[in-house]
């Protein structure tokens, strides 16, 4: 009896118990193992993340990260060629998501979330040209759970518009240390042109679990 | 109902008879569905004989974890979030495999209990055999895991090359 003949349950169940690390290594074991890395689920883990700023873009899924791939149109390709041939589904209790200002393919986020089942999806926003990517992406994960921090006043409009969060952070007074990773500079803000008013205030207020405002 | 008293011959692929109590066959969804199917009151015994797509020294240690096991909760707990553990294995399971660790054929023996466990549906035995194999193969290099797994490299150099490219973005 060879391991590649045993019951498929049994080695989809093996494969879920394995860290992403290993499973890189696995899939240079032989064909059958690449292949069956790439057949079988993931299973779960409790935190990722990804960040996309500038030219540059950082993921990391359970043990394994991979920080400052340029993000060229061939390696965006590469790495979502991988990441298919490295799961077929996986499950992430917490995905923290940083998209600061940069000119990245919008759609590369979400392509690279496929196949994603996501229990909060918690993303930082520090662009404006991004909100709209983030609005899609939440759209992808209809039954996950949102917590947005904002590094800027969207227009009030697009404030309104947004689905209902756990936490809906909106902030132009702190540093966010952690929207940082890559670039290590000051994040950049925009600035809405128009004030929120209190009825638009408290239709923030009825919508969102948590609602902080902290903006000068 | 389970009648703890009641027993079952189970008859192996290599023509042995093996009685065991159905504290025991509980736990194993392929042979309470034989005798469900067998459509006989709780009460009647003996049974007929059940047939196992098993051999008989593996079906000796089948039972042997059985026995351990004869108190465990059933059904078998459904897959939690923390189903990532690999290290929760109880001490007696631990010590159950490491004996086979002493023997030549080990690795054919695991596999052939995985197999057994599978065949007579016996999810907890699955779910142990599994995290036994996890934990071998855990944070080992390629070479350690083709070794440990068996696995003859079928790759050519340039597909190998390729796939380590790609296995280069992930920091160590």
């Given at each position: ?19 992403i ?6 899939r ?22 990804f960040?996309?700023?500038?030219s ?27 990441k298919?041939?490295?799961?077929s ?15 990245v ?75 940082n ?22 239709k ?7 609602l ?5 | ?10 008859t192996?692929?290599?023509?042995a ?10 736990h194993?969804?392929f ?16 049974l007929?004989?059940v ?29 939690t ?74 790759f050519t ?13 992930c920091?160590?």
């Amino acid at each position: 009896v060879d391991l590649l003949s045993l019951p498929s349950i049994f080695l989809h169940q093996l494969m879920r118990t394995m860290e992403i690390k290993d499973r890189l290594r696995l899939r240079l074991t032989c064909r059958a193992f690449e292949q069956l890395v790439a057949s079988s689920n993931a299973g779960y883990f409790e935190d990722s993340g990804f960040e996309v700023e500038e030219s540059q873009f950082s993921i990391d899924i359970g043990d394994a990260s991979f920080n400052r791939i340029e993000a060229t149109e061939e390696n965006m390709e590469t790495f979502l060629r991988m990441k298919s041939r490295l799961f077929s589904g996986i499950e992430v209790q917490e995905i923290t998501g940083i998209l600061g200002d940069n000119s990245v393919d919008p759609s590369f986020i979400r392509r690279l979330t496929k196949r994603f089942k996501i229990g909060t999806l918690y993303v930082f926003v520090t662009a404006g040209s991004q909100f709209e990517n983030v609005m899609q992406l939440m759209a992808d994960f209809p039954s996950s759970k949102y917590i947005m921090d904002v590094g800027f006043l969207p227009e009030v409009d697009v404030l309104l518009a947004v689905p209902p969060m756990e936490k809906l952070a909106i902030s132009n007074t702190n540093e966010h240390s952690r929207l940082n990773m890559i670039t290590g500079r000051r994040v950049i803000r925009g600035e809405s042109s128009t004030p929120i008013t209190a009825d638009s205030f408290f239709k923030l207020l009825d919508t969102h679990k948590i609602l902080i405002l902290d903006y000068k | 109902r389970i009648y703890p008293l009641m027993r079952v011959t189970l008859t192996t692929s290599d023509g042995a008879s093996v009685t065991v109590s159905r504290q025991l066959t509980k736990h194993s969804g392929f042979i309470e569905k034989a005798i469900t199917d067998m459509a006989v009151d709780d009460n009647a015994v003996p049974l007929s004989a059940v047939a196992v797509d098993v051999d008989d020294a593996t079906l000796k240690l089948v039972i042997e974890w059985l026995t351990e096991h004869r108190d465990d909760a059933l059904p078998y707990p459904e897959k939690t979030d923390e189903e990532r553990r690999a290290d929760d294995i109880p001490a007696w399971d631990q010590a159950f495999v490491q004996k086979w660790d002493t023997k030549e054929d080990q690795q054919q023996t695991l596999y052939a209990v995985i197999t057994a466990a599978d065949k007579l549906d016996i999810k907890g035995l699955l779910d142990m055999t599994c995290k036994t194999l996890a934990n071998k193969i855990n944070g080992k290099t390629v070479e350690e895991m083709r070794e440990i797994l068996q696995l003859e490299c079928d790759f050519t150099e340039e597909e190998l090359a390729e796939i380590r490219k790609e296995n280069a973005w992930c920091e160590n």
